[in-house]
């Protein structure tokens, strides 16, 4: 059963504001602008994935929309374990229930660090080993 998963971080977003809550915070042009060279470069690689899901932030649901429809990906569906700071076992634990019902290729749009430690846990570590910046594309196979 050959897979390849596609972890992407979110492209730019607004910046935070104390006083206002993290999870409507939108894409900046600059995040919009980043999210399309994604695309392209997906399309220039030949990545194909046949199944899109994104945290339900707006951040990730935008950057998901727009590599969606600028590379011809099927639309993206929310998946809630890809919400930020959702713990690190946790969403092992659904990836895992999951994999079975995936498709050769997947594309997952969340954040960080929580991208960071699930595919470091993926690979077998205890501890983070890499970290992904935004807009940043990270393929397991």
């Given amino acids: ?22 999870r409507p915070r939108q894409l900046i042009v600059k995040g919009q602008a980043q999210a399309q060279r994604v695309a392209a470069f997906m399309q220039r690689q030949q990545l194909a994935p046949e199944l899109v899901f994104a945290s339900p932030y707006q951040r990730a649901s935008q950057t998901a929309q727009i590599i969606c429809d600028v590379a011809g990906f099927p639309a993206h569906q929310p998946l809630d374990w890809l919400a ?31 991208f960071s430690l699930l595919i470091s846990r993926l ?6 080993a890499l970290q992904i910046k935004k807009a940043s594309l990270c393929a397991l196979v």
Avoid: C, I, N, W
Avoid at 123 to 128: D, E, I, N, R, V
């Fill in 1 to 22: 059963m050959d897979k390849t998963l596609y972890f992407l971080r979110h492209a730019t977003a607004e910046l935070r504001q104390p006083e206002l809550p993290d």
């Fill in 84 to 114: 930020l700071e959702t713990p690190t076992e946790q969403a092992l634990v659904a990836l895992r229930q999951l994999l079975p019902q995936l498709p050769s290729q997947t594309l997952f749009v969340g954040h960080e660090p929580d």
């Fill in 123 to 128: 690979l077998g570590m205890s501890a983070p």
